[in-house]
């Protein structure tokens, strides 16, 4: 087992070297075989990180201790599901399920029927493969996810009990589908560079494989965000914690960069923008995982202080070089765009502003993130930049973005005229400024939150408007009923359709967010049979009791839940202890309604059942996960194919014997 | 004789300001929140110590003992709670940075810079504007059609015309 375990790392690490001066060899020398035989290592690639995975699934799942990395993150009594997902607990797994992904995605590119025949293939899968050879180097001779121990210990370590939950089995994996799958459109970008092809091919090329590896960005953070809130009984899900950060800011520019390939795309403008928006996101990606792999920040999500973080910086650092060499030197051939301006009020303007706010967002999440660092080394003085500063410098920021949402849809492409923005514009603006005042009622006297729903209510209004006006659009030109119209606008246009369909999944997302910063929070210690009341709740106290889960103990107080007065049955927050682990875990109890969430955490007992509880009352909270839903739907919306999904672009770039 | 008594009233008030902030606050009070919300707990857990809850937590319970206690019995403010303890632990306890001295660049920085981009990009819209205008004259009967309309039926002519040619 071992030694095909190793036999697999260092077997792909040669084979991903032998890859990549093939490629470069054949693209020198034209010679189609090194080309096709640099192919044929790439699957070679796959197949060996497929064993590796294989091969660390099956020594988790039967609890192979003599491993050190199943010794450390395993044991024989956890459930085989988390046995299984101990794979990314640690450094070496998840580095190694990294690299998977990587080869995956390098065996698609490089045998994707799309690109057959395509000169700038072994230009992007050779880029892949410099990628693939870092991670390899890494499991090879930094982190190695095979190491034997000296002796069998009799039982493992254990996983840390927070990571025993579904968030475990999902989270992780997204958000590396997510950071991994930028890889893709970083690599085409390079490679159109360097073959100089300067029109969009590249951008249409990888538009789907963008849009998966934002959604699975988007997931990825929205699993995790589920999952803090399910998990660690602090009711919040989303503390801007250094590592959170680091995934938020490649989501941000690749928002960013798809709305401005658009402009692109239809105006052959900003060429240079969209390289240095992919260029970034991918930099962020690895910025990311130095920052979670490094400890140089303070995160509770870091896998500890390791050297890893350096190796990481180090090629963040020669990978931005290298592109930005090719961008300089092929900036002569892209500096020139021949679309033009008509107005200030256009599509093409509020793009850009949007790009503008966007990138502006990324920058504060990275200010505050390095921020620490930077007082330190300026004036000595240790600082901590957490949730009150996040919440204050973005909300002004990501208000705006909002704004532009909601009226970025119904400005025209070219120019747009008064009379236009009357039309489009003054209804919903009305209605929104009755809700605002509507809000004002309900006693809300706060400015942000008021002028916050007001932007929602905009916004979800003037993409209703836009799904309206298309269909009277459609209907005047083929005279179909009207759900009949609305669903073939729809469908024949999916990329705008889908993309109106994640906004309103954002505008969901928001309006949960906006609410959930109304919440109320009690702590109480009761005696059996005592109540306490929280908002409309009525929560009496009635039992402390003990049962097994496994070879695991749960302590779970059982509370009889009323609202105004109706009985709603009984909830039962929980605390577990491990036989593996020294502390236990809080199991919160969540009745969760559209309104509102009621969130119970038993805190403390004592001897004579006295029992503290932590009860919150968290508005509106379930819209953030309804929202998210909202928002994935649009993204596969906006990808799917069928008789009007996507088109494929023609390549009409230099040719080369190779391909 | 009435200067006497404002005088008076003056003292009376100034005796019992404090007396007045000492009140009975308990830990689901509003204020408590606040006060104990400003600090960061340095548990490891990445909270504040009013949601730090973490098991084993050595901090956070005496954290909230003492600032009820300084709440309750020495009447002091959410200024005096902030002092009390950046003097002991430094500006890294404060679960944000200063609004003064170099901390206040942490607050300032991304909005000069988003002020910066934004005269940038109106300065290169205009010159785009100006240069398109240059290029061509308007069509004014443009204005008189609905320009949204126009917009998406041009949108899905072009789709039509993608999938057919």
Redesign the interface.
Known sequence: MHMIGNVSIYLALLLSIYAFIAFVLGIKKQDQRLIDSGKGATMGIFILASISMTLMFYLLGSSQLQFQYVYQYSSTDLPIIYKLAALWAGNAGSLLLWTFFLAMYSAMVAFSKKMKRNPMTPYIVSILMLNVIFFYLILSFVTQPFTLMDGIPPEGRGLNPMLQDPGMIFHPVTLYLGYVGLAVPFAFAIASLIVKNMDAFWIQMTRRWTIIAWGFLTLGNVIGGYWAYMELGWGGYWAWDPVENASFMPWLTVTAYLHSVMIQERKNMLKIWNLSLIILSYSLTLFGTFLVRSGVLTSVHAFGETNLGAYFLVFMAFMVLLSMYVLMSRYHLIKQDTGQFESFVSKESSFLVNNLIILGATFAVFWGTVFPLVSEAVTGTKVTVGVPFFNTVMSPILLALLFIMAICPLIAWQRSSLKNIRDNFLIPAIISLVIAGVVVAMGIRDAYPVIAFAIISFMVLTHLVEFIRGTKARRKVTKEAYPVALVRLMVRSRRRYGGYIVHLGIALIAFGIVGSNFDIERMETLRIGESMEIDRYTLTYEALDQRSDGVNDVVYASLLLEQDGENLGYIQPERMFYLNWEEPSTEVAVRSTLREDLYVVLSAWEEDQRATFQVKVNPLVKWIWIGSYVLIIGAIFAIWGGRYGQVSPRYAGPERKVH | MIGRLLIIMVLMLIVTVPAMAQGNYD??SPEF?ENTS?F?CLC?????HF???M??CGLNEQFKTEILEMMNEDGYDKNDIKEHYVSMY?????????KS???LT??V???V??AG??GG?IY???K??R???Q?MK?DPT??LE????????H??ID??R??HF
């Open positions: 830990r689901n929140r400003q960061m490891g857990c990445g909270q504040d949601e730090c809850n098991e084993g430094g500006e890294v306890i404060l679960t944000a940075p200063e001295g170099f901390s942490a607050w920085t991304p909005f810079l988003l981009a934004g990009i290169l819209i205009r785009w504007v240069k398109s205008k290029l308007p443009d204005e609905d320009e949204t309309e126009r917009e998406i039926l949108s899905l789709e039509e993608k999938k």
